[in-house]
T-cell receptor, first 113, second 118 residues
Framework: SQKIEQNSEALNIQEGKTATLTCNYTNYSPAYLQWYRQDPGRGPVFLLLIRENEKEKRKERLKVTFDTTLKQSLFHITASQPADSATYLCALDQVDSSYKLIFGSGTRLLVRP | GAVVSQHPSRVICKSGTSVKIECRSLDFQATTMFWYRQFPKQSLMLMATSNEGSKATYEQGVEKDKFLINHASLTLSTLTVTSAHPEDSSFYIC??????????????FGDGTRLSIL
């Protein structure tokens, strides 16, 4: 079965630096991969989607890469701000359903002022 | 756009009580909604997929008689935790997708319901 690995340790960085979060998967390559932000006690909020034939996607200060050879996606936040502090989840489509998602456990990002 | 409202946000009740959680899409029609549960510092675990006008599809290991799902309209799905026990205490989150179920759609999430069974 598909397993998603995200660094369980919090990433602690200085304001203004670039945060890079990693999402690795172990089995089949998904048709697409999504990134979400989750704040404590809240539901996830969609950020970006990248398809298997795309290598990179950008949205404002966010950038996502997708390497199907390495079975890895990287999520970058440039010029990070304290307001970016949250847990970031990656999600892949399930092999038996293109619209159902499997979520990683997320990586917590802390941006120090 | 694409706002999903979940109610209540928090429930504390005695063991044996049945609890109903509502999930509404406020500004779009959601033919498909999903119900997840999340334990602290863990990932969202899909419990079931709810399609308007038909029976929900449950993931392996989820008791359909324990977690009753009804999707009676294009904007409302409900999850009822029947005869809840302390082990059912968790964070329950719903999500919805618009314009039918096909790939490459983001899911729009509610803000979750914190269920605590005493």
């Amino acid at each position: 079965s598909q397993k998603i690995e995200q660094n369980s340790e919090a990433l602690n960085i200085q304001e203004g630096k670039t945060a890079t979060l990693t999402c690795n998967y172990t089995n089949y390559s998904p048709a697409y991969l999504q990134w979400y932000r989750q704040d404590p006690g809240r539901g996830p909020v969609f950020l970006l989607l990248i398809r298997e034939n795309e290598k990179e996607k950008r949205k404002e200060r966010l950038k996502v890469t997708f390497d199907t050879t390495l079975k890895q996606s990287l999520f970058h936040i440039t010029a990070s701000q304290p307001a970016d502090s949250a847990t970031y989840l990656c999600a892949l489509d399930q092999v038996d359903s293109s619209y159902k998602l499997i979520f990683g456990s997320g990586t917590r990002l802390l941006v120090r002022p | 756009g694409a706002v999903v409202s979940q109610h209540p946000s928090r429930v504390i009740c005695k063991s044996g009580t049945s609890v109903k959680i509502e999930c509404r899409s406020l500004d779009f029609q959601a033919t498909t909604m999903f119900w997840y549960r999340q334990f602290p510092k863990q990932s969202l675990m899909l419990m079931a997929t709810s399609n308007e006008g038909s029976k929900a599809t449950y993931e392996q290991g989820v008791e359909k008689d324990k977690f009753l799902i009804n999707h009676a309209s294009l904007t409302l799905s409900t999850l009822t935790v029947t005869s809840a026990h302390p082990e059912d205490s968790s964070f329950y989150i719903c999500s919805a997708i618009s314009e039918g179920a096909y790939s490459n759609q983001p899911q729009h999430f509610g803000d979750g319901t914190r269920l605590s069974i005493l």
